[in-house]
């Protein structure tokens, strides 16, 4: 089973690479930006054919490693590992 | 007073830490390694600068999982002192030993430099040898030391007297400026609720001689070699601590 992770900073906290991207972004001539926010794509390969199950074990994986609660969001999709369509799993 | 100085695997101010409290300050200090789980008969756990585990994923994220923060973790709860400075702060806020978390520096820049900081409460184990609102020269040398709380932590921290250190001028005033990596409220350094756990983003280690730019840095070491020795002889820790300025 294949599960895409996506760590994002909070809403509301800073985000000093998502600012300094924006505003290179703007000094570039790109002038429709608003907010930028930089977070972190993880890729992980579970030995599960049990969504239910991979979805607990990610959950606890995310609150204890793969994201730090207190500055970031997560988000994840788990795909099949038949070619199934990639479901999205919101926290 | 007996300290242990943790090592991981990437740390790089433990000898420099070790130095500090052996060979200037006369205490006893030996390292500790990471893997170990016994912490000995130490009165103070350091956890120094560095990048523990090349700092992937977070600053301190894996660090946090080493076998010895277990230990670490118990002593804490126990009430033993517990410090941690630049890398070992951010492992402490990860180990949730510390409110909060510390993230990229408002300039996307690794910052070398000499600061100010000015002690914001003289009345703990780590800052009872400096005045209240005294201001210390310490250097930072940091990528990711911008500190971070949710808003109503902060309050309570800065009504429960939490907040340590702040970033400043040389007068001890606050300026946007003088706040290198953007802290919220310019913090350099906080303590738990207990006031037995303090991490802090400047180095008191680099700051031990004259010949390396300055001694402010004994003042924390100090602070806390006056408390655990105070406690020991029945003085309280009250009348070591020096009171307002």
């Known amino acids: 089973m294949l599960v895409k992770v996506f760590v994002s ?36 390969e ?12 990610v959950r606890r994986m995310c609150d204890q490693l793969l994201t730090n609660p207190n500055i970031e969001d997560y988000t994840f999709e788990i ?7 990639p479901e999205d799993q919101s926290r | 007073m007996r300290w242990g100085v943790v090592r991981f695997p990437g740390s790089l101010d433990d000898s420099d830490a070790l130095w500090a409290l052996g060979h200037v300050m006369g205490q006893e200090a030996r390292a500790l390694w990471h893997k170990d789980e016994d912490l000995g008969d130490v009165q103070c756990v350091v956890l120094p600068g560095g990048f523990s585990y090349g700092d992937y994923l977070r600053c301190g994220a894996i660090a946090r999982f080493a076998p010895i923060m277990k230990s670490v973790v118990r002593f804490a709860d126990a009430g033993g002192l517990v410090l941690g400075i ?33 002690v914001e409460n003289a009345a703990t184990p780590f800052t009872c040898a400096a005045r209240q609102g005294e201001v210390l020269r310490l250097p930072i040398k940091h990528g990711e030391g911008l500190y971070v709380a949710p808003e109503d932590e902060l309050r309570t921290m800065e009504e ?44 008191p280690e680099h700051a031990v001689e004259t010949a390396l730019g300055g001694e402010d840095g004994l003042k924390i070491f100090r602070s806390i070699a006056m408390s655990v020795e105070g406690k020991r002889t029945g003085a ?10």
């Not at chain 2, 702060?89 to 100010?116: K, Y």
């Not at chain 2, 706040?179 to 983003?201: D, K, Q, R």
Request: glycine share 10%.
């Open chain 1, 46 to 57: 579970l030995d599960t054919s049990d969504a239910e199950q991979a979805r607990t074990i």
């Open chain 2, 160 to 203: 429960r007297g939490q907040i340590l250190l702040r970033y400043t001028d040389d007068s001890g005033r606050e300026c946007d400026e003088a706040n290198l990596n953007g802290s919220t409220c310019a913090i350099a350094g906080v303590a738990n609720e207990t006031f037995n756990v303090f991490g802090l983003m400047p180095h």
């Open chain 1, 79 to 85: 795909a099949a590992a038949r070619d199934e369509s």
């Open chain 2, 86 to 118: 630049c890398n070992g702060f951010q492992i402490l806020c990860e180990a949730h030993l510390l409110p909060g978390a510390l993230m990229r520096n408002r300039s996307l820049s690794f910052i070398c430099e000499q600061v100010h900081v000015r």
């Open chain 1, 9 to 44: 900073p909070r809403k509301g906290i800073l985000d000093p690479q998502g600012r300094a991207v924006a505003q290179s972004l703007k000094s570039l001539g790109f002038d429709g930006v608003g907010r930028v926010n930089i977070g972190r794509y993880i890729v992980l």
């Open chain 2, 236 to 245: 309280s820790t009250a009348g070591i601590s020096s009171t307002t300025a």
